[in-house]
């Protein structure tokens, strides 16, 4: 009985997740992840992440990301835990390891992406199928500073929410500006939306209204907290 609460557990999470995520996409963005979060993406977080986790607070699912190039690709989940930015790629040998060039091209963005500051997880799909307590058991030690992170400041969440946090990590990582169009963009929100928390963030001390020349019309916001507050997480 309790296997089957758990199961209803995350069906439900899953759902409003999923859905929360397709209704803020639109054109290519909303392409990729009908197409991406298929059967080895689902695999993933309901054997491993929700187990590890139970939630979805952060996981990005079929994140765009630029290469080396500038061209536009989508990784299977993007974790934002604080500062930090981890994704994750199920590999299936069907389509990764019988094409060479496409093998060869999925670890050189792999190589980038740990060159931009990104920690990047290969998860094999057949491992998951045969063995998903060795990759739960293995992320867990991988990942537990960041889990240990989250569940010992919870109670920030009542002083910051999820969006005011996820624009203090995007300015950090932005050499601490925070463009509103941009953001807009990259976090898949309305522009007056980021406006909104922005203002709300300069109230609370984090952020810096920045004009340009004598004009009073802010052009950005400049994160001024530390990157090691708690307040991120």
Not at 5 to 22: A, N, P
Not at 38 to 65: A, D, K, Q
Not at 183 to 200: F, G, N, Q
Request: charged content about 25%; some cysteine.
């Amino acid at each position: 009985m309790q296997s089957e609460g758990i199961k209803v557990g995350f069906t439900e999470e899953h759902d409003q997740w999923l859905s929360k995520h397709l209704k803020r996409r639109k054109g290519e963005r909303l392409d990729a992840l009908k197409r991406g979060h298929s059967y080895g993406n689902r695999l993933f977080v309901e054997c491993v992440w929700w187990p590890l986790t139970g939630h979805f607070h952060g996981l990005h699912p079929e994140y765009e990301v630029k290469d080396w190039r500038g061209r536009s690709y989508f990784i299977d989940f993007l974790w934002m835990a604080g500062s930090s930015r981890i994704a994750f790629e199920i590999m299936d040998y069907g389509s990764h390891g019988t094409d060479r060039s496409k093998y060869r091209m999925d670890l050189n963005r792999g190589l980038f992406l740990q060159s931009q500051d990104y920690m990047v997880l290969y998860i094999s799909l057949d491992e998951m199928k045969e063995n998903p307590s060795f990759v739960l058991s293995t992320l867990r030690n991988v990942l537990s500073p960041y889990l240990l992170a989250g569940t010992a400041n919870r109670s920030t969440e009542k002083s910051y929410s999820r969006i005011e946090r996820e624009l203090m990590r995007l300015a950090i990582r932005n050499y601490r500006v925070l463009r509103p169009i941009d953001a807009a963009r990259e976090l898949e929100l309305h522009y007056t939306t980021i406006i909104k928390y922005s203002r709300m963030l300069v109230d609370k001390g984090k952020f810096r209204p920045i004009a340009r020349g004598t004009s009073p019309r802010v052009t950005y916001y400049e994160y001024i907290g530390t990157i090691q507050s708690p307040d991120l997480v």
